[in-house]
């Protein structure tokens, strides 16, 4: 353990099977010299990968969320095991412990260790967030959805410094934070790829489908993420991890769009200079640098190419067709449980449009009825009672707004016929 002296950090991946817990272990699997994986959690859907992962790199408990999962994932392990077992070293290591449930992801984010990953996505992951930072442990924050729903329960809870950004914008803040004292500080300044959708008006967004909204075109991500990256929710919880994390009003908080996604924030100084970090889009290297912070760690992805030509664009965002970003600013001001009410509709809208119930435009549309209608506490601190409260009611309450909003989804075959096509 790193923190005993010198020796590799030892870490625990949450999320492991998903897009960001696959490129942890792609740097990690390179960087064995510095960091050891302890723990490794995941939902159980993907048990296979889960348990190569777990026996890979020698891990001590292994935490699934549904539990008819962990029988496979057993089974899985010995297979797994026996695969390897003609490798240096393997056969002898004993196979690792597995728990199940929500209480067994929490049990895995508290496990020794040096920093957690956590990547689990939305909501669920805030038990992890919550038992990682009670434990004492630094925590690699993939997992916005806690930060922004947990609100200062979270921050209040953790020790400056304890979190570490994964997010792209907010690892690229804390870098450009090192080129100035905290007084300096004029304005944090997201950058936003804009996602497949940019450019079009309100009305042409109402008829888009869900894999138009998956195809986004510049980073490969999980679903949710990418939805949230097409209607902006996105970048509107972005801002209020910004606010956060580093303790910054929220008028001071830009959104720029910026197709490319190389320039990942920027910070600007008082004196009316700005400091911009650039990388190509690879969330290795954020990634890397949360576990290693706040050192880098050497050859994480590769880095731009400037024997080629390129044009970086930078516009301001249409925020009447995109209002997600202004709505969660008024859901951030209003702080208390408000950002939490705004996350839970989101998440209740984009499954309900990935399974054809909602049309696209809907999505922001009910979260902004949710976060109006909200009543929650305002302001000041708040109990974790609190925060699953207002989850809950503002998951019931879009769940009943999506259900009157059925009939606006563009059913495909419909829309083909109205053209003449087949529905092929
Ligand atoms: P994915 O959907 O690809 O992966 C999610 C991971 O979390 C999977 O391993 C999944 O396991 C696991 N999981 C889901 N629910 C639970 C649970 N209740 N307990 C434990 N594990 C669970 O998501 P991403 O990797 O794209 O995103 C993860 C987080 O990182 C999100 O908060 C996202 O906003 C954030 N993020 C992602 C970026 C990216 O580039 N992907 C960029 C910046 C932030 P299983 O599949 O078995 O359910
Ligand atoms: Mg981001």
Not at 117 to 134: E, I, P, Q
Not at 196 to 212: G, I, W
Request: net charge negative.
């Amino acid at each position: 353990m790193d923190s005993s002296g010198g020796g590799p950090r030892d870490v625990v991946l949450l999320g492991s099977t998903g897009s960001i817990g696959i490129q942890a272990a792609d740097v990690i699997r390179r960087n064995l010299d510095r960091f050891r994986v302890t723990g490794l959690a995941a939902g159980g859907s993907n048990p296979g990968l889960l348990a190569s992962q777990a026996i890979e790199f020698g891990a001590e408990v292994v935490a699934m969320e549904r539990a008819p999962a962990v029988g496979t994932v057993q089974e899985a392990l010995r297979a797994a095991a026996d695969r390897a077992g003609g490798g240096a070293g393997r056969a002898a290591r004993p196979l690792p412990k597995v728990l199940a449930g929500p209480d067994g992801v929490a049990e895995v984010a508290a496990w020794p260790c040096d920093v957690v990953l956590n990547a689990v996505t939305g909501f669920s992951g805030l038990g992890a967030t919550l038992a990682a930072l009670g434990a004492g442990r630094v925590l690699a924050l993939a997992n916005k959805e806690s930060l922004i729903a947990g609100g200062p329960l979270v921050a209040g809870l953790a020790r400056p410094g304890q979190i570490v950004p994964v997010d792209s914008e907010h690892s690229a803040i804390a870098q450009c934070l090192r080129g100035g004292q905290a007084g300096e500080v004029a304005r944090l300044v997201l950058t936003a790829s804009g996602g497949p959708f940019l450019h079009r008006s309100r009305a042409e967004l109402e008829l888009v489908t869900p894999e138009q909204a998956l195809a986004h075109p510049t980073w490969n991500m999980g679903p949710v993420i990418t939805v949230n990256s097409a209607t902006l929710v996105n970048k509107g919880l972005e801002v209020i991890e910004a606010h956060l994390l580093f303790g910054i009003g929220f008028e001071a908080i830009e959104v720029v769009v910026h197709r490319q996604s190389v320039v990942h924030s920027m910070v600007e100084f008082t004196d009316g200079s700005t400091i911009a970090q650039a990388s190509p889009p690879d969330m290795r290297i954020p990634i890397a640098l949360a576990l290693g912070w706040p050192d880098r760690v050497a050859g994480a992805a590769p880095a731009i190419d400037w024997t080629g030509s390129h044009t970086w664009t930078f516009e301001p965002l249409d925020e009447e067709a995109f209002p997600a970003v202004r709505i969660a600013r008024e859901a951030g001001q209003a702080a208390g449980t408000t950002p939490a009410a705004y996350n839970a509709a989101n998440e209740v809208c984009v499954e309900a449009f990935l399974t054809g119930r909602l049309a696209f435009a809907g999505i922001v549309d009910i979260v902004a009825q949710v976060v109006s209608e909200h009543d929650g506490r305002r302001g000041g601190t708040v109990a974790l009672a609190d925060v699953l409260a207002a989850d809950r009611w503002a998951r019931d309450r879009a769940r009943e707004l999506t259900g009157t909003r059925v009939r606006r989804v563009p059913h495909r075959v419909d829309a083909a016929s109205r053209r003449g096509e087949s529905a092929g």
